[in-house]
């Protein structure tokens, strides 16, 4: 069998070329396959961590409120049934006013978040003291109206310090303390087409609770105040 060497090369010399031109086409075209893109952590499981060098975005707030001293309980009125027949409550003649900035660390979706937030205040009246504290807020922002009447609802837990023992505190109390707990209750309404303002309702509370690890002070001072807080 005689093999034409010429032809051969020829032969070959074309599929070369052929594979060339091939693998060029190929190069051009863009590779398939299913579409990906990178989603920050935070979106993917809904939970945001926002520290204070962030921008606010909504997040950063300032509250003003005042009110009237209630002499009953928080316990009587948040778990015994009147919470929502304040014309029980017993009074004292003496108001509070305060302020606080506050700011949003945390959340989840539109679920929930943690805020922190730090105020004063001073009382008047048949008690003198001022007041500072700081705290953790929880709240809670999803409701089923809010797309008529934003509303949140939320609870603290910090310390507050008192410039002074009013009378009233030691009256509750064979131990006193300037320092105590701070469990403020709260809840917000706002319209949905202006995120800026919200109105507060808040019962501005500190004690010692029935533990009494103030001093073994379970006594303090509470208001249910009202009032405006700015968000920006």
């Known amino acids: 069998m005689q093999v034409n060497f010429g032809r051969l090369v020829t ?7 052929l594979i060339g031109v091939s693998s060029a086409r190929a190069a051009d075209i863009p590779m398939s396959g299913p579409e990906t893109s990178v989603v920050a952590p935070e979106a993917v499981d809904g939970f945001r961590w926002r520290p204070w060098t962030e921008p606010c975005e909504l997040t950063c707030h300032v509250t003003v409120y005042g009110g009237g001293y209630i002499a009953t309980s928080m316990s009587s009125i948040f778990t015994k049934g009147k919470i ?19 700011r949003e660390i945390a959340s989840y ?14 009382r008047f009246g048949d008690l003198k003291a001022g007041e500072t504290w700081g705290a953790l807020y929880f709240r809670w922002k999803s409701f089923p109206w809010n ?18 023992i009013d009378q009233v505190e030691r009256d ?60 920006w």
Request: aromatic share 12%; charged share 20%.
């Open 11 to 17: 032969l070959c010399a074309a599929a070369g070329l």
């Open 84 to 102: 929502f027949t304040p014309w029980d409550w017993r009074t004292k003649d003496s108001g509070f006013i305060g302020g606080a900035v506050s």
């Open 109 to 122: 979706r539109d679920l929930w978040g943690v805020e922190t937030e730090f105020g004063v205040g001073k």
């Open 147 to 164: 797309d008529y009447l934003r509303t949140t609802v939320a609870v603290s837990t910090g310390l507050n310090y008192a410039t002074r």
């Open 172 to 231: 509750k109390a064979s131990h006193t303390s300037h320092v105590l707990h701070y469990l403020s209750p709260e809840i917000t309404f706002g319209l949905p087409d202006n995120p800026h303002w919200d109105v507060i309702l808040r019962f501005h509370h500190r004690s010692g609770g029935k533990l009494a690890v103030f001093n073994k002070n379970s006594g303090g001072a509470q208001y249910q105040t009202i009032g405006l807080r700015y968000t």
